[in-house]
């Protein structure tokens, strides 16, 4: 993936993770654990984007 593909998976996956919280928090949520799994893969991108940057 090139920078910018990264910035958009970036930038969807923390509108994911504030969907998440927003539903964690109204007691909408199934699976907490799945903010977790968000917040990882957005560790991910942005580890992969500053080796890029490096």
């Known amino acids: 993936m090139n920078g ?4 958009a998976k ?3 996956l ?6 998440l ?3 964690h928090a109204i007691n909408q949520l ?4 799945k903010i977790a799994d968000v917040k ?3 560790a991910r991108v942005m580890t992969v ?5 490096a």
Request: aromatic fraction near 8%; proline fraction near 4%; avoid cysteine.
């Open 4 to 7: 910018e593909q990264l910035n």
């Open 10 to 12: 970036l930038a969807d």
């Open 14 to 19: 923390k509108k994911e993770l504030f969907n």
């Open 21 to 23: 919280r927003f539903q």
């Open 30 to 33: 199934d699976n907490p654990h």
């Open 40 to 42: 990882h893969d957005i």
């Open 49 to 53: 984007l500053r080796e890029k940057n």
